[in-house]
């Protein structure tokens, strides 16, 4: 890329899935995508692992939050694991921290 900015990668295991790099646009649309995926067939919650993510942006916040609201309609839980100093700060900025729950 050039900004030097990697994209978001996202790996998922059950309902478990660990994110790194850019959480943009369309990188958190496949989020939502993954997530849709990993809540059919299986149950508990779901955790999203963000401490690998180095940048987040307003459509990636965007992203997450539509995540909860799918995972809260389907009568379960998110999770945001261990967010990294960029994505807690972002949060923070934003004043979204309520909106998660976060481990």
């Given at each position: 890329?050039?900004?030097?900015?990697?994209?978001?990668?996202?790996?998922?295991?059950?309902?478990?899935?660990?994110?790194?790099?850019?959480?943009?646009?369309?990188?958190?649309?496949?989020?939502?995508?993954?997530v849709?995926?990993?809540?059919?067939?299986?149950?508990?919650r779901?955790?999203?692992?963000?401490?690998?993510?180095?940048?987040?942006?307003?459509?990636?916040?965007?992203?997450?939050?539509?995540?909860?609201?799918?995972?809260e309609?389907?009568?379960?839980?998110?999770?945001?694991?261990?967010?990294?100093?960029?994505?807690?700060?972002?949060?923070?900025?934003?004043?979204?921290?309520?909106?998660?729950?976060?481990?």
């Amino acid at each position: 890329m050039p900004n030097g900015k990697s994209a978001c990668v996202i790996k998922r295991t059950g309902t478990a899935l660990a994110l790194s790099g850019l959480l943009d646009h369309g990188q958190g649309m496949a989020l939502v995508t993954e997530v849709e995926d990993a809540l059919h067939g299986s149950v508990g919650r779901v955790v999203v692992d963000l401490h690998k993510v180095t940048v987040v942006d307003s459509r990636g916040l965007l992203a997450l939050i539509a995540t909860a609201r799918n995972v809260e309609q389907a009568g379960r839980s998110l999770v945001l694991q261990r967010p990294s100093q960029t994505v807690r700060r972002f949060l923070a900025i934003t004043d979204t921290e309520r909106a998660f729950a976060v481990e």
